[in-house]
């Protein structure tokens, strides 16, 4: 059974920086695009970042130049460095993952991302 863990979440002070994991298990064979989602409270998930097996990532306008998505492939892990965080980044960050190559994996809406078959369970964000 695919299961998606996430970990690393908890506060931190406006413009400071903070990394986030999802580790990865379960699979027959490795996801071909991992991704990053945040949900903040009243608001729909949204994409964040996303990279896929031929190492392409794809990041949503209001994080690029300010997150960066790694994956370590010897331990499944997928990782979100954030920079420069801002109030606004608070909310619950969800690792979703698809065996599928060539989507657009961070596409949702109306808060339901079409794209992603496995999601983790999620870890909480708070800039203040």
């Known amino acids: 059974q695919v299961q998606l863990v996430e970990s690393g979440g908890g506060s931190v002070q406006a413009g400071g920086s903070l990394r986030i994991s999802c580790e990865a298990s379960?699979?027959?064979?490795?996801?071909?695009?991992m991704g990053w989602f945040r949900q903040a409270p009243g608001k729909d998930r949204t994409g964040v970042a996303s990279?896929?097996?031929?190492?392409?990532?794809a990041y949503a306008p209001f994080v690029k130049g300010r997150f960066s998505i790694s994956k370590d492939s010897a331990t499944s892990t997928l990782y979100l460095q954030m920079h420069s965080l801002k109030p606004e980044d608070s909310g619950m960050y969800f690792c979703?993952?698809?065996?599928?190559?060539?989507?657009?994996?961070?596409?949702?809406?109306?808060?339901?991302?079409?794209?992603?078959?496995?999601w983790g369970q999620g870890t909480q964000v708070t800039v203040s």
């Open positions: 979703g993952a698809s065996p599928d190559l060539g989507r657009n994996i961070l596409y949702c809406t109306g808060g339901t991302c079409p794209e992603v078959y496995y």
């Open positions: 990279l896929d097996s031929d190492g392409v990532e």
């Open positions: 379960g699979y027959t064979l490795s996801p071909n695009c």
